[in-house]
Nanobody
Framework: QVQLVESGGGLVQPGGSLRLSCAASGDRLEYYTIGWFRQAPGKEREGIACSSSSDGSTYYADSVKGRFTIARDNGKKTVYLQMNSLKPEDTADYFC????????????????RGQGTQVTVSS
């Protein structure tokens, strides 16, 4: 069974960038469709990006479209989330997780998640 570990979070100023990593172990990453989620205190969990294992398609929530990019490197067993033009409202705990094949309803459910990494956008 795959295990996922996130890294790359931190404090960044508005307008800045961060790249999060989701490292997989225990199985081949190419078997899994991976989603990135975030949750801020007092807010609902939000599925923000997804990378399909079947055809490499990617999907984004409207809140991050055009600013965030999900990419996978199966050889390095890592899925990345490049976050640009960060805003204070992007502040949240971010985690990656295995999600349904082809990203179907990925924002509504996940199967196995990592521990998360905190992103804080503040001046």
């Amino acid at each position: 069974q795959v295990q996922l570990v996130e890294s790359g979070g931190g404090l960044v100023q508005p307008g800045g960038s961060l790249r999060l990593s989701c490292a997989a172990s225990g199985d081949r990453l190419e078997y899994y469709t991976i989603g990135w989620f975030r949750q801020a205190p007092g807010k609902e969990r939000e599925g923000i990006a997804c990378s399909s294992s079947s055809d490499g398609s990617t999907y984004y929530a409207d809140s991050v479209k055009g600013r965030f990019t999900i990419a996978r490197d199966n050889g390095k067993k890592t899925v990345y989330l490049q976050m640009n033009s960060l805003k204070p409202e992007d502040t949240a705990d971010y985690f990656c997780a295995t999600v349904p094949l082809n990203c179907i309803y990925y924002s509504d459910t996940y199967y196995l998640r990592g521990q998360g990494t905190q992103v804080t956008v503040s001046s």
